[in-house]
T-cell receptor, first 112, second 116 residues
Framework: GENVEQHPSTLSVQEGDSAVIKCTYS??????FPWYKQELGKRPQLIID?????GEKKDQRIAVTLNKTAKHFSLHITETQPEDSAVYFC???????????FGKGNQVVVIP | DTGVSQNPRHKITKRGQNVTFRCDPI?????LYWYRQTLGQGPEFLTY????????KSRLLSDRFSAERPKGSFSTLEIQRTEQGDSAMYLC??????????????FGEGSRLTVL
């Protein structure tokens, strides 16, 4: 099955700086890659996703880049704010499969 | 609130007891998923339904676990003879799978199980 790994496990950044989280996946047939944000005690919520036919996608301060050859995709958060502090999960869904495989999560701490 | 709702939100039980969780998905969503999440980990897939049909079960799902979605709407997850290792957050999610949607998962707030 699909194996998804995230690095680093914890990331601390100064408010206003950028944060980058990298995710690797194992199944070259995977074709959908979402990022979910989970604040403490809250439900995971989708913040951005990308499909395998696109290399980059941006939504305001958040962007995701995909490198299919290297089988990794990254979440970029610019101009970080305290409310960006959360755990971020990447996930992948292989072609023909019907359920997301999640990574273990990255704790992002934005220091005011 | 028209999102995914789960209850109970918290359940404390003694080892060996049975527990049942309920999930009410977003009404027009045809897919319903159960995930389990432990501290410091990502959600782990347990099972999913398309309408009332249970289409896949994870190897994580022992025979003590059973899930149903009898009318293709709400779902229940029952754990029989609970063990301390069953302590976790049980997350339900729903999605709409069709020709013109992304299949985004909408999660509920989860049901936290503590087995003493």
């Amino acid at each position: 099955g699909e194996n998804v790994e995230q690095h680093p496990s914890t990331l601390s950044v100064q408010e206003g700086d950028s944060a980058v989280i990298k995710c690797t996946y194992s199944d070259s047939a995977s074709n959908y890659f979402p990022w979910y944000k989970q604040e403490l005690g809250k439900r995971p919520q989708l913040i951005i996703d990308i499909r395998s036919n696109v290399g980059e996608k941006k939504d305001q301060r958040i962007a995701v880049t995909l490198n299919k050859t290297a089988k990794h995709f990254s979440l970029h958060i610019t101009e970080t704010q305290p409310e960006d502090s959360a755990v971020y999960f990447c996930a992948a869904i292989p072609y023909g499969n019907n359920r997301l495989a999640f990574g273990k999560g990255n704790q992002v701490v934005v220091i005011p | 609130d028209t999102g995914v709702s789960q209850n109970p939100r918290h359940k404390i039980t003694k080892r060996g007891q049975n527990v049942t969780f309920r999930c009410d998905p977003i009404s027009e969503h045809n897919r319903l998923y159960w995930y389990r999440q432990t501290l410091g980990q990502g959600p782990e897939f347990l099972t999913y339904f398309q309408n009332e049909a249970q289409l896949e079960k994870s190897r994580l799902l022992s025979d003590r676990f059973s899930a149903e979605r009898p009318k293709g709407s709400f779902s229940t997850l029952e754990i029989q003879r609970t063990e301390q290792g069953d302590s976790a957050m049980y997350l339900c999610a729903s999605s709409l799978i069709g020709s013109q949607n992304t299949g985004e998962l909408f999660f509920g707030e989860g049901s936290r199980l503590t087995v003493l």
